[in-house]
């Protein structure tokens, strides 16, 4: 039975990241993973988007972290993981939209985001040809923008193999031992293992990952379909955010990665509770009528692929970040609830500060995200 510092539940957004940060401060760590590589969860159903345009303080800490290093990859380690600030832009075309983001521009404002309302004229020269009738203009923040999914994970898993991290594939977590209030070793389907600190970064399955520990983590799956197309000449900037309702979904966004090709994601309302990524016969009819009316020079795109992924969500739309206090070596950062990709790189530094330095400086980071929080509230830009 070997032993480690840390072991991470889960070879995704988090965890790959989280290896990578602990592992370069000195501590030995093992990444145990039940399928076959890191990313196959729902890394891979991505689309790749990164802002700090958030609603709320803790996600607009950790998500400008995120860009400070995903901004200089490249130049630091040496990964081209396909960076473009496009920013990210909302067009409005209702009173109440307008309403809604304007005050919630204040509260980006505090936190001194770089985040300001433009004007319709703005927005057309940001995205020629968009529907300009009833737009009354935008929020947008240049700062914000995207990365390859599979890229970014591949480029931390070979630092994190670099610096001596285990990576377990195929290897479920099917157990604990425990002593008290200390988890004493984690067992799988072949071995058991031990460590100082156990961290769950399992997403979907953390609910049943906590109940083999009689914890109750409300985390629960739901499915959201995404695709992209052929690669053509860049001809807008920004992900665009629409966050109109219409029947059978809420917002769609979507973007133009490095390589040109359009990627897009719709929200579905009502939610697709459980597991399932099969994709759908509904998905591209739903997405692809919305997306033309916005911005009807996409009409003539081909799509080359389109897939299906899980959003760990929480009851409020926040993740769960912190120590539990049934198990003092058990810490939590699971429930990213459709945002690890945009929450990892930075989480995993700020995590590896915490547990190596004991750093207080984002107390209210745990505090906000603790799993014994009311639950209660909401995020208004999910």
Avoid at 58 to 85: L, P
Avoid at 175 to 203: C, P, Q, R
Avoid at 290 to 313: D, F, K, V
Avoid at 322 to 331: D, S
Wanted: charged content about 20%.
């Amino acid at each position: 039975m070997k032993n480690y510092d840390v072991i991470i539940i889960g070879a995704g957004s988090i965890g790959v990241p989280l290896s990578f940060y602990l592992s370069q401060n000195g501590l030995s760590v093992l990444v145990l993973e039940a399928l076959q590589s890191v990313g196959r969860g729902q890394n891979r159903a991505a689309i790749g988007g990164i802002r700090a345009t958030h609603s709320d303080p803790a996600k607009i800490t950790i998500c400008r972290r995120t860009i400070e290093i995903i901004s200089r990859f490249d130049e630091e380690y040496g990964y081209n993981v396909h960076w473009i600030s496009g920013g990210y832009l909302f067009p409005v075309y209702t009173d109440k939209d307008e309403s809604n983001l304007k005050r919630l521009l204040e509260f980006q404002k505090h936190y001194e985001l770089n985040i300001n309302w433009i004007g319709s004229d703005e927005i057309e020269e940001l995205v020629p040809g968009i529907n300009t009738e009833k737009l009354r203009g935008g929020t947008y923040s240049p700062e914000d923008g995207s990365a390859s999914p599979l890229k970014l994970i591949d480029a931390y898993y070979m630092l994190a193999q670099q610096q001596g991290v285990d990576f377990h594939f195929n290897e479920a977590v099917v157990g604990f031992e425990t002593e008290g209030s200390k988890i004493t070793s984690v067992i799988t389907h072949t071995n058991h293992y031990t460590a100082g600190l156990i961290i769950d970064a399992a997403g979907a399955h953390s609910r049943d990952l906590g109940a083999l520990l009689n914890l109750d983590i409300p985390v629960y799956p739901d499915s959201h379909e995404a695709g992209i197309t052929e690669p053509v000449q860049r001809f807008f900037e920004p992900m665009i955010v629409d966050i109109r309702p219409e029947a059978g979904s809420a917002n769609y966004y979507f973007y133009q990665n490095a390589e040109g090709q359009v990627v897009f994601c719709i929200t579905p309302d009502p939610k697709i509770p459980g597991i399932d990524c099969d994709s759908t016969s509904v998905f591209l009819p739903q997405v692809i009528k919305r997306m033309i009316q916005l911005y009807p020079r996409l009409r003539n795109l081909r799509i080359r692929r389109t897939w299906r992924g899980l959003y760990p969500m929480t009851p409020d739309g926040f993740p769960i970040v912190g120590f539990t206090k049934e198990y003092k070596n058990l810490l939590l950062a699971t429930g990213m609830c459709g945002q690890g990709f945009m929450i990892g790189p930075g989480l995993g530094e700020i995590l590896s500060e915490i547990i190596i330095d004991n750093n207080t400086e984002y107390k209210d980071i745990l505090r906000q995200l603790t799993l014994y929080r009311s639950f209660s509230g909401e995020e208004m830009l999910k």
